[in-house]
Each structure stands twice: as structure tokens, then as C-alpha cells.
């Protein structure tokens, strides 16, 4: 039987899930661009091209039009548009370093999903039969489940947009003020809440895991590192790092900056897996330390002290 032929690329750029994926990005530049002049018809048309996420989707399989094109565009339009809404309330909130970090974390783990699932050759960044983590697979292979997530966030940001009078409001006496709003926002909040926080908790174990999966590929760590030993110590090492660039003062000030973070990151790791530190690993807490420590040590934390 005679290979089927490819689709042209023409033809791809005009599969129907793809045409919405354009028709919502015009409607989110429309949305963003009078957010401030009329609140309830950007959170409307914000509202509708999130929904439209789920039918571009619903369209690709029932058309047989799945295409890596359109699954690139469906993500970089979600993440950008949660982007933009995630920049507007820290303008309007205090602090809004809040609504910052919540950006950088929510596009740095979809990246390293996206680019770790082209990485291992699966076709899918919802292909997760490989993870341990039960939270993890249960949110890629439950739509339901994924969805509750993923509305909740767009959900809970929408109402802190429409609930911000002022230009800089209060993030906390906000949501404290909720009480005195109708029942809408009081039933809202809370749910969406609770699926927000479960949507932020899968952003964290998408970076832990993919950053691992990229050390793992690059030969720059065993596999035999307990994933535990390894978060624990990322995290640990990043906050090290990161007050070490604080105190920094010309070429001197980095370079004792660098001896500094170097020697509290022994001291840390040390203390970190040795004694009862390490019951939960099954390795020993030398071979943790040695592989982790050393792939840290030279790849990712110390070039960025170092620039």
C-alpha cells in the first residue's frame, strides 16, 4: 500500500483547530487592549478564548487534524495570554511581584515540559506514563481533572481583575473583603482557589522532574539520584545563589561572592543528606551528593554567580 502523503503546509495552516487558534489571538489583542476602558467585556472575550482552547482541541481530533504546529500555537497562546493578564494585575495590586513570579514559574515549567517531551521523542507533553508522581499523571491523564485546574486559575484571575477599583490595590485586604461581595464571587473565589493552588503545586513538579529529565539526557547526572535528595537540594542551592548576588561589588565583591556560595553550599548539602536527613532515600547519601552536587556545581547554578 502506498505511503499516505504528508499534508502541505498551506494545508496546515488552515486546519480549522488552527484558524481558531488565530481567531483567539485577535480576540485577545482586542480584549487586552481595552481591558482598562471596559472591565466586564475583556473578562468576556478573555472567558471566551479560553474556552475556545478546549474546542480548537475537541475540532483536531474529531477532523483528524492534530498537528505539532497546532499543539506549538494552542500553548504559546494560552501562555501568553495568561502572561498579559498574570503583567495587568501587578499593575493594579500590591505586591505585584506576586503576579510576577506566578508568570515566571507558569512559563518556565510549561518550556521544560514542552521542550523535554521533544527532547525523549514522545508525541505528547501530556505523555507522562514514565512519571512517579501520582499528581502529576493524574492531572495529564484526567481532562476533567486538568480542566478544573486550568479554569480555576483564568477564573480566580479574571475576579482579581474585576474586584480592583483602585490602581493599586491590596491583594490581601481583597480577597478578605470578598465576604461583603454577592454570592457569585463568594462561591467563585474559593473554588477556584483550591484549583489554582493544585495548578501551581504541578508547575513546581513539571520543573523539578523536566530539569531532571535535562541533566539525565546531558549525562550530567546518574539516574540513580534520589528525586527527593535532588529537589531539595535545587531549591536550597537556588535560594544560596540567589542571596549570594545580592551582596555583590565589582569583580572582588563577585569573586568572594563566589567562595562564599560556594563553601554555604557544602555546608548545606552535608548537612542535607547526611544522618536521618536521608531515611527517605534509598541510596546513599554520598552518592546523592556527589552526583547532584557536582552536576549543580558545574551546569546550572555557579555560571550564573559567575557572569
Given at each position: ?7 502541505s ?50 475540532f483536531?481530533?474529531?477532523l483528524?487534524?492534530?498537528s505539532?504546529?497546532?499543539a ?23 505586591p ?40 502529576f499523571k493524574l492531572?495529564?491523564?484526567n ?48 473554588l ?28 550530567d ?8 535528595c ?27 561572592s ?50
Amino acid at each position: 500500500m502506498a505511503e499516505k502523503s504528508r499534508p502541505s503546509t498551506l494545508s496546515v495552516y488552515l486546519y480549522v483547530p488552527n484558524i481558531i487558534g488565530y481567531v483567539r489571538i485577535l480576540m485577545n489583542c482586542y480584549a487586552f487592549a481595552i481591558c482598562f476602558k471596559d472591565k466586564y467585556l475583556f473578562s468576556l472575550l478573555y472567558f471566551v478564548s479560553f474556552v475556545c482552547d478546549a474546542l480548537d482541541g475537541w475540532f483536531a481530533r474529531k477532523l483528524n487534524q492534530v498537528s505539532t504546529f497546532g499543539a506549538v500555537l494552542d500553548m504559546v497562546t494560552d501562555r501568553i495570554s495568561t502572561a498579559c493578564l498574570l503583567v495587568v494585575l501587578s499593575q493594579v495590586y500590591r505586591p505585584g511581584l506576586t503576579f510576577l513570579s506566578l508568570l515566571a514559574l507558569d512559563i518556565a515549567s510549561h518550556w521544560l515540559q514542552m521542550y523535554s517531551t521533544f527532547l525523549v521523542g514522545k508525541s505528547s507533553h501530556k505523555d507522562v506514563k514514565d512519571s512517579s508522581n501520582w499528581l502529576f499523571k493524574l492531572y495529564y491523564r484526567n481532562r476533567k481533572f486538568m480542566g478544573y485546574c486550568c479554569v480555576s486559575c483564568e477564573v480566580l484571575y479574571i475576579i482579581l481583575f474585576l474586584l480592583a477599583n483602585n490602581p493599586t490595590e491590596n491583594l490581601i485586604q481583597v480577597l478578605l473583603n470578598v465576604s461583603t461581595r454577592n454570592w457569585l464571587y463568594k462561591t467563585l473565589l474559593p473554588l477556584s482557589l483550591v484549583g489554582w493552588a493544585i495548578k501551581q503545586l504541578i508547575n513546581i513538579i513539571q520543573v523539578v522532574q523536566k530539569t531532571m529529565v535535562f541533566l539525565i539526557l546531558s549525562n550530567d547526572i546518574s539516574t540513580n539520584v534520589c528525586l527527593k535528595c535532588y529537589a531539595m537540594c535545587i531549591l536550597k542551592l537556588g535560594f544560596l545563589c540567589a542571596t549570594s548576588c545580592v551582596f555583590m561589588d565589582g569583580d572582588t565583591g563577585i569573586q568572594d561572592s563566589n567562595m562564599r556560595f560556594e563553601s554555604e553550599a557544602d555546608d548545606v548539602l552535608v548537612n542535607e543528606f547526611k544522618g536521618d536527613n536521608a531515611s527517605h532515600c534509598s541510596h546513599s547519601w554520598g552518592s546523592c551528593l556527589t552526583y547532584t552536587y557536582s552536576c549543580l556545581h558545574s551546569s546550572m547554578l555557579l555560571p550564573f554567580v559567575e557572569m
